[in-house]
């Protein structure tokens, strides 16, 4: 895949979502710092939902709110089994969360992170066409972990973007 010759495009199907507990952390990032706040958001969130013995019920995720710019409104964490309690008294950047319920596109994208914006405009194209709004939310599950396939080309993201 080149950048004059990307692959195919993303199979983009729509999916009915069930509301999904979550364990999160959640910061406004600069986007050349996602890569650290994720080994740190996935890591912080790991050990707390191992003190709580909550079993995760999926990969790692993240949310994002709103279109990103140089900065993002993003939250960072597993989709669990049980809901998370947030700790009393506890000094933690873990809280509880969910990914909502309802209407929502995905598609599978392949290669690397910095290919993304492909297929979010392959889904908003598929929106359009379809004539539904993208709702302010969107999030991706990374399927591959970098640590283990470290070609890019090979890495998988669902992204889910709900409509509204």
């Keep these: 895949m080149t950048q004059t010759n990307p692959g195919p495009a993303p199979d983009i199907r729509?999916?009915?979502?069930?509301?999904?507990?979550?364990?999160v952390v959640h910061?406004?990032?600069?986007?050349?710092?996602?890569?650290?706040?994720?080994?740190?958001?996935?890591?912080?969130?790991?050990g707390a939902v191992q003190e709580q013995h909550v079993q995760l019920a999926?990969?790692?995720f993240a949310l994002y709110r709103g279109m990103?710019?140089?900065v993002v409104d993003v939250e960072a964490g597993f989709p669990l089994a049980a809901p998370f309690?947030?700790?009393?008294?506890?000094?933690?950047?873990v809280v509880?969360?969910?990914?909502p319920a309802g209407q929502a596109y995905e598609a599978m994208h392949i290669g690397p992170y910095e290919s993304l914006q492909r297929t979010y405009g392959a889904i908003m194209a598929r929106m359009r066409?379809?004539?539904?709004s993208p709702g302010a939310a969107m999030w991706e599950y990374y399927?591959?972990?970098?640590?283990?396939?470290p070609d890019p080309a090979k890495w998988q993201t669902l992204v889910v973007w709900p409509v509204d």
Excluded at 31 to 40: P, Q, S
């Design 85 to 93: 309690t947030n700790p009393s008294g506890a000094e933690t950047a």
């Design 27 to 46: 910061e406004t990032v600069p986007m050349n710092a996602l890569r650290d706040f994720f080994g740190r958001a996935f890591a912080a969130v790991m």
């Design 96 to 99: 509880a969360g969910t990914l």
């Design 143 to 149: 399927l591959t972990d970098p640590g283990v396939e």
């Design 129 to 132: 066409q379809d004539g539904v």
């Design 58 to 60: 999926g990969p790692p």
């Design 68 to 70: 990103p710019t140089d």
């Design 14 to 23: 729509a999916a009915q979502l069930k509301e999904q507990p979550t364990a």
